[in-house]
């Protein structure tokens, strides 16, 4: 059945420093989307994206969908402590979510 | 908008009792909710589709009788985790899709913690 695979699983920066969380499915998706789970918190949507290639910015996050609509990514320029949490990119029909990449960081 | 409320969002209960967790759309009609189990640091493990009107669609390995989805509305499904022991201890979410359409943000519960002693 179609899976999404997510990685990296872990990721632990310095504050400043960049991330990038990666999602890739085993088929073509109709769209991707992306939330925010905080610790001891639910997720929380942040974007959606449809197109083909579709870059979407909010603030210091960066989100990409491929070109064969099979991946995606999302980039956090200049990490802050606020980013803190795991991020889970879901789609294609019935939504499948990735495990999710939890991200930590120091200050 | 599109606000989802979940209840309780701790429960305790003792080993052979059930437990009823309800997720409410407050503010738009769901023909569909899912519920999940999270266990700590990890990712939403999808149990069940719910669908209101009609019969839940569950998972792989998820027991359909131990775990009672109840969708009798579009405002409100529930999942009824019958004769629970320790193991189902776990974080329980549910989130509602507004619309028919899978290309619509989910919406999610607060989640509930339950604890089986």
């Known amino acids: 059945g179609q899976q999404v695979m997510q990685i990296p699983q872990y990721q632990h920066v310095q504050e400043g420093e960049d991330f990038t969380t990666y999602c890739n499915s085993s088929t073509t998706l109709s769209n991707i989307q992306w939330y925010k789970q905080r610790p001891g918190g639910h997720p929380v949507f942040l974007i959606q994206?449809?197109?083909?290639?579709e870059v979407k910015k909010q603030k210091r996050l960066t989100f990409q969908f491929g070109e064969a609509k099979k991946n995606s990514s999302l980039h956090i320029t200049a990490t802050q402590t606020t980013d803190v949490g795991t991020y889970f990119c879901a789609g294609g029909t019935a939504l499948i979510f990735g495990k999710g990449t939890t991200l930590s960081v120091s200050s | 908008g599109a606000v989802v409320s979940q209840h309780p969002s701790r429960v305790i209960c003792k080993s052979g009792t059930s437990v009823k967790i309800e997720c409410r759309s407050l503010d738009f009609q769901a023909t569909t909710m899912f519920w999940y189990r999270q266990f700590p640091k990890q990712s939403l493990m999808l149990m069940a589709t719910?669908?209101?009107?009609?019969?839940?669609?569950?998972e792989q390995g998820v027991e359909k009788d131990k775990f009672l989805i109840n969708h009798a509305s579009l405002t409100l499904s529930t999942l009824t985790v019958t004769s629970a022991h320790p193991e189902d201890s776990s974080f329980y979410i549910c989130s509602a899709l507004p619309g028919s359409s899978y290309n619509s943000p989910l919406h999610f519960g607060n989640g509930t913690r339950l604890t089986v002693t």
């Open positions: 994206l449809v197109k083909s290639g």
């Open positions: 719910s669908n209101e009107g009609s019969k839940a669609t569950y």
